[in-house]
């Protein structure tokens, strides 16, 4: 019989969901100073993507992981562990050292990511669960308007301040355990061999979580240095980054609703057009009008995509496929994390950087629909491009 989960146990576990996205945001309003304190302000934009990267290498440890222990141990590991290693961060000056933190760390958010979304999933289904999914989106970018807010100012009290805020896994650790009971074991342990083929929608969803977050993070990676060119402090870049945040909890909680009427796949189309338009708009954005504008699509792009993405993989994977699935999707999320910081290499300035992500998200929309075009015995009813 499955268990039931109290309010508190829901809100611990759409707690715990902030963590994936703090992981690099947190010190991003800082992100000048911090590099330069630490020596890597050659190399700002590792500091921000080398977690991702993480996650991506030990992805299939922590599906290994999961599957071993189960969705509850795990996570308890991963917040223990991501606390720890987060805060240390700021006294590694040395810059393998503190690269090699970085890196460790995204082995700690794999655990989080997973365990966390597939202990959320165990205990819920159906429309129950793509409500609550889409709440855990909200909850994901609401972390992030509240990390990146006092981001913004515990980086003006002091470069080192911001890592602090790694500490609150802590916090949540205490409250799984107070509040969250240990699932059934045959929902907890759910990459157990069950013999079901894998829905052939994993490719274009995974696909559709990596480029979102290369469209987003192009972005984050981006924005700080644009901004800090026209004259915002480090604390105006936070509540611009927050305000993105902010919109892209309300996408989110739109997100259920936009489904009903365009469909998973025209929900996505819907997401990529509108990280096009926003980047097309920060390449030329020279006042806060436009940047106003810009940072309604762009957390309109994350909201109706990554909360989406999530729900997808739950629904389309047999529950013995279940935690393998969610941790490739970690790795699909946080490799697009990663290859943003490539879009630095774009050459000219920063406009064409903007525009070279806007290019990216029309593409994708374009494969997205062929791709789901060919899959066989899909319904394309209200998915076609807007």
């Known amino acids: 019989m499955m268990k039931s989960l109290s309010a508190a146990g829901v809100f611990t576990l759409l707690a715990i969901a902030c963590l994936t996205i703090m992981v690099g945001c947190v010190i991003v309003p800082g992100l000048p100073s911090v590099a330069a304190h630490l020596g890597v302000a050659s190399a700002v934009g590792w500091l921000i993507t080398l ?32 606390g720890a290693l987060g805060t ?85 650790l205490l409250m799984l355990v107070i509040f969250v009971p240990r699932p059934d074991r045959t ?71 936009v489904v009903k009427v365009r469909g998973e796949f ?13 980047h097309l708009l920060l390449a030329f954005a020279t006042g806060p009008a436009l940047l106003v504008v810009a940072g309604v699509l762009m957390g309109s792009g994350f909201g109706l995509s990554v909360p989406l993405v999530n729900h997808m993989v739950v629904e389309h994977s047999p529950v013995g496929l279940r935690g393998q699935h969610l941790a490739y999707l970690s790795m699909a999320i946080f490799l697009g994390q990663f290859l943003s910081s490539f879009m630095e290499f774009i050459p000219g300035n920063r406009p064409r950087i903007f525009l070279g992500a806007a290019a990216l998200a029309v593409v994708v929309t374009a494969l997205l629909w062929r791709w789901h075009a060919a899959l066989p015995g899909e319904k394309q009813e209200s998915e076609a491009l807007p």
């Not at 996650?55 to 308890?76: C, D, M, T």
């Not at 924005?223 to 993105?244: D, K, N, V």
Request: net charge neutral; charged share 10%.
């Open 51 to 82: 977690p991702s990267l993480g996650v991506v290498i030990f992805g299939p440890i922590a599906a290994k992981v999961i599957e071993r222990y189960g969705l509850y141990r795990s996570l308890v590991l991963g917040l223990f562990s991501y």
């Open 88 to 172: 240390v961060g700021a006294f590694l000056t040395h810059p393998a050292l503190l690269f090699t933190d970085r890196f460790l760390l995204g082995g700690s958010t794999a655990l989080v990511m997973s365990g966390g979304t597939g202990l959320l999933s165990s205990f819920f289904t159906g429309e129950q669960r793509l409500k609550m999914i889409a709440r855990q989106g909200m909850s994901i970018e609401l972390g992030g308007v509240i990390f990146l807010f006092f981001g913004g100012i515990l980086a003006s009290a002091g470069w080192r301040w911001p890592f602090s805020l790694y500490l609150v896994a802590w916090l949540f």
């Open 187 to 257: 929902n907890e342990r759910t990459t157990e061999g069950s013999g079901e083929a894998a829905s052939p929608l994993m490719k274009p969803i995974y696909a559709a979580a990596l480029f979102s977050m290369v469209c987003f993070f192009t972005a984050v990676i981006v924005l700080p240095m644009q901004l800090h060119s026209q004259g915002f402090s480090e604390a105006e870049t936070g509540y611009f980054l927050a305000f993105i945040s902010l919109m892209a909890v309300i996408a989110a909680w739109a997100m259920p609703r």
């Open 266 to 278: 025209g929900t996505l189309y819907l997401a990529f057009l509108a990280y096009a338009a926003a």
